[in-house]
């Protein structure tokens, strides 16, 4: 939006204002200025300003204007006195509309259409706006400065010197074909238009009828102003598939009050420079202005802002927000007994002030946010981190520990060929973009798209995780009535395999990822979190649900189900996927899983002790002894190991089985390793001698 100082200086007094001055101001306020520039030619400086959505009662110079003054604390020149409404109106209520809340028509005849004024032309050129004559710089001069679309019509194209209630229709039956420059094409349902004399003047908020527009020639003129319905607008834009610059002003809240001024501002420049005689003014309006009110405490205001600076222990006084409130046009009292204030908010700003923070906000905006103390509370205590939290931060050092790479995708998404024949999609009613329409709802799609998307780049293919939200869309089954419910899951979910992923040795070639090497890989993963969990083949409820997130992405005879031995919950698969070509993705054995975070979490076993006793390391060295015992077949050698460890010989350091020998199918020989060290001194043969013959004889005991 472009504002000239030139013309800002007629509406505001800015003579002890400087231009930079302003500009601070109004960035402060919210306000991004793109550039300022100078026009020598018109001795005027621009302003260049990019509004945000909630602003738009601002998109225009009166509605800056207004701002401005409450920046400033300076009121507006009497400038509305100028053009308060002074014309007999006649209402006719014979019309009905869906569309329309306000409709003004008037005709003024005897006019000299020519070449408008010096000062209104300059107004155009510093705005980049190319003069014509005067009844269409009058239309763009009051688009400027009140934002308001008001379309003049020639009368004596449409064959009218009078309006009448007769004359006037609302219809939605007649062809716009030629007005909206489709023709040959079916409009259903219709939408509606404005009519006089049986004449098209415009499709209501969406095109005026280009053919009865002035010209040099034109004599006598019908002046519309119209007020639509922003959802009807809206509506009509889907249906039609068509977007006008009329259809965008009237989409955003066309204010009545503003409305009514641009009206009379118009039909009072044609008077004075046309010098035509202005007709009665004929009015429709359907829904009158209901004001709104909002209750904002003065304990929440104290406790948003906070404390003023200079003045630790000082908050805003009631003083002072009534004349913040009173500078911004608010109509305010104050409630001594509750402590509350009771804000009328005015008509042009009931768009963006809705709650009361909104107003806290403008209070705080206006008073400065410079003024109060923006210092952090001091942090009592530690927060504490969460399981899942804590589950997440140990998986994301487990997986990069084994060489694999993070990865980070939006949650919105664009449908694609991966997100075909999925039920369980959810989509978005008002997407931002057609770019991000749907939520994922599996975390495959973006691995492989990195897959693709370095393979199509010449880069190495590499492994990838991601720990991501996905959102299902479920059906449940209670009391025989189907219905859906939205759930929305964390999943940790990865992607390995190259054509070159490991070799034996320096001189052997590199081997691809085997299946038994990359379940490894998840099986250490498991391991490593302490994660207890089995495997096992796929079911057909387990391909119907994959089928579901990707369809004919994996190879089933290579897929498993990962699952809680407990519980018998599945928490996610594992599997080697196919038919990548389709993709885009050359073919190597490639493997993905994805495993629900909150599943997996139950499958965990916490130790909060260990089971192992700490003692002294012997300095001295030990003794090894080997000796071999008969056993029958059906003899169980780890049984007899027991039992000499039962001996409870402090010597005694550890048994170890190297060796057997069978004689026939009853008898065998087996070999032990026996070690022998003392804690406190070097042992001799006399120690080790007395320790064999007590297991020899314990050793005959047991035969007997």
């Known amino acids: 939006m472009k504002v000239s100082w030139k013309w800002l200086s007629q509406i505001i007094d800015l003579s002890n204002i400087e231009f930079n001055e302003l500009t601070e101001k109004l960035t402060m306020a919210g306000f991004e200025i793109e550039e300022t520039y100078e026009l020598i030619e018109l001795q005027d400086k621009i302003i260049e300003l990019k509004l945000t959505a909630n602003r738009q009662d601002t998109s225009f110079l009166i509605g800056l204007a207004r701002e401005i003054s409450t920046l400033l604390n300076k009121p507006l020149k009497n400038y509305y006195s100028q053009i308060k409404p002074n014309r007999v109106n006649k209402t006719y209520n014979h019309i009905s509309s869906r569309s329309l809340e306000d409709l003004k028509l008037n005709i003024i005849i005897n006019i000299n259409n ?157 008077s004075t420079f046309a010098q035509g005689i202005v007709g009665k003014s004929y009015t429709y309006h359907s829904v009158p202005y209901k004001q709104k009110n909002l209750l904002v405490s ?200 190259k054509p070159n992923f490991s070799r034996s040795s320096w001189t052997d070639k590199p081997k691809e990822l085997s299946w038994f090497h990359a379940k490894g890989i998840l099986e250490e993963f498991f391991e490593k979190l302490q994660a207890t969990v089995e495997w096992k083949k796929f079911t057909n409820s387990d391909i119907a649900e994959i089928n579901q997130k990707v369809a004919n992405l994996f190879n089933l005879k290579k897929t498993s189900t990962i699952y809680n031995p407990r519980t018998k919950e599945n928490i996610g698969f594992f599997g080697q996927l196919d038919y990548l070509n389709n993709y885009g993705i050359e073919y190597y054995p490639t493997y993905m899983f994805e495993i629900q975070l909150s599943a997996l979490m139950r499958t965990i076993n916490h130790i909060d002790h260990l089971n192992y006793r700490i003692k002294p390391y012997s300095s001295y060295p030990s003794i090894t002894r080997d000796i071999s015992i008969k056993l029958k077949s059906h003899e169980n050698i780890d049984i007899i190991r027991q039992r000499i460890l039962n001996q409870n010989n402090n010597l005694l350091e550890s048994i170890e089985i190297f060796n057997e020998y069978k004689h026939n199918r009853d008898k065998r020989k087996i070999s032990l390793r026996i070690t022998y060290r003392a804690q406190d001194r070097t042992l001799g043969d006399t120690d080790v001698n007395k320790i064999n013959e007590q297991i020899k004889y314990m050793l005959n005991q047991n035969k007997e």
């Open 114 to 270: 020519k070449h408008s004024p010096k000062w209104i032309q300059n107004y155009l050129k510093s705005y980049n706006i190319k003069t014509t004559h005067l009844l269409n710089d009058i239309i763009e001069y009051v688009n400027l400065k009140w934002g308001q679309d008001i379309e003049i019509f020639d009368a004596k194209k449409i064959g009218i010197q009078s309006i009448s209630n007769d004359k006037i229709q609302i219809s939605n039956t007649d062809d716009i074909s030629q007005i909206l420059d489709k023709k040959n094409h079916s409009y259903y349902p219709n939408p509606e238009i404005v009519k006089c004399n049986n004449t098209i003047l415009s499709i209501i908020g969406i095109k005026s009828n280009d053919s009865i527009k002035c010209d040099l020639n034109t004599s006598s003129v019908i002046i519309c102003g119209t007020i639509c319905q922003s959802t009807y607008i809206q509506s009509i834009i889907k249906q039609l598939n068509i977007k006008t610059e009329k259809s965008t002003k009237h989409r955003k809240k066309i204010l009545r009050c503003d409305f009514l001024y641009a009206y009379e501002e118009t039909i009072r420049l044609i």
């Open 298 to 497: 003065k304990q929440n205001i104290h406790h948003i802002l906070g404390p003023i600076k200079n003045h630790s222990s000082e908050f805003l006084s009631v003083k002072k927000i009534l004349n913040t409130l009173n500078q911004l046009n608010f109509m305010s009292t104050y409630n001594d007994m509750k402590q509350v204030f009771i804000i009328t908010i005015p008509e042009y700003r009931i768009h963006d002030i809705k709650r009361p923070i909104d107003v806290i906000e403008e209070i705080g905006r206006i008073y400065g946010f410079k003024q109060f103390y923006d210092d952090l509370p001091e942090a009592i205590s530690k927060g504490i981190t969460s399981n899942k939290r804590q589950i997440i931060k140990t998986i994301r050092k487990i997986l990069r520990d084994l060489g694999i790479h993070e990865v980070i995708h939006y949650s919105l998404k664009k449908k694609n060929k991966y997100y075909q024949n999925n039920t369980n999609l959810i989509e978005l009613y008002n997407p931002l973009s057609e770019d991000q329409n749907v939520l994922q709802n599996s975390l495959f799609t973006n691995l492989l798209e990195i897959q693709q998307y370095n393979i199509n780049q010449r880069n190495f293919s590499i492994e990838a995780f991601e720990i991501g939200h996905i959102f299902i869309k479920d059906q449940i089954h209670k009391d025989c009535i189907n219905t859906q419910q939205n759930q929305e899951n964390i999943c940790v979910a990865c992607i390995m395999g």
